[in-house]
Structures are given as C-alpha cells and as structure tokens.
C-alpha cells in the first residue's frame, strides 16, 4: 500500500530554518512527482515546492524561491523540504504529495495527486 508520512515540522522564530521530511512506503520516488503543499488556517492549500523522482527537476512557489530547497535521498525513498529564513506567513501545515502521472509545469493542481500524507505543522513565531 502506497503511503506518504511527513516529520520535521516544530515552533520556530523567525529567520530560523527547519527540515520537513516526506517518506514513501510501499514504493520508491523514480516513478513518481513530488509535491509540498501548504494550508494555512482559513486559506486554501497552496503548493510550495515540486520535484520530478525521475529526473530531479524541482520548481518552487514564487513565496519561498530562493529560501526553500527540495531533494530527494539517494535511496530515493525520502524527499526534504528544507526551509531557511521562515517567516510568520510561512506558518502552516504542510503535506508532500504523490503522483505517477505527469501533468506538464501544472506543478500545484492538488487535484492531480492522488496519494498525500497527514501533514506536519509549521509554526513560525516569536
């Protein structure tokens, strides 16, 4: 059975960095595409980062260029989110997602992956 479980989320201060894991279980990354998502209290899920399990091209939103990096283990069971320079409005829950098929650069249609995980909270505050 296909599963997906996200760690590494916590209370963080501002400027402060954290590393969200997503594990796979009951199947590997090469065949798969990656998406981080996020939703915040009251707003919609947004997507945060994607990475291709076959070919390791990555994208970001637009909010976290340039602060947020996404990698896959070597043994391909593992994609890291890790988050530099947070702030406030990074606060959110956070879900990496699943899917097989390709859907060109439509990176964060949430409809298109079919396999999440629970998600992790970020919380990021003095």
């Known amino acids: 059975q296909l599963q997906l479980v996200e760690s590494g989320g916590g209370l963080v201060q501002p400027g402060g960095s954290l590393r969200l894991s997503c594990t796979a279980s009951g199947f590997t990354l090469n065949d798969y595409e990656i998406g981080w998502f996020r939703q915040a209290p009251g707003k919609e899920r947004e997507g945060v980062s994607f990475i291709n399990g076959r070919d390791g091209r990555a994208d970001y939103a637009d909010s976290v260029k340039g602060r947020f990096t996404v990698a896959s283990d070597n043994a391909k069971t593992t994609v890291y989110l890790q988050m530099s320079s947070l702030k406030p409005e990074d606060t959110a829950v956070y879900y990496c997602?699943?899917?097989?098929?390709?859907?060109?650069?439509?990176?964060?249609?949430?409809?298109?992956?079919?396999?999440w995980g629970q998600g992790t909270q970020v919380t990021v505050s003095s």
């Open positions: 997602a699943a899917r097989a098929n390709t859907y060109g650069a439509r990176y964060y249609s949430t409809r298109s992956y079919p396999y």
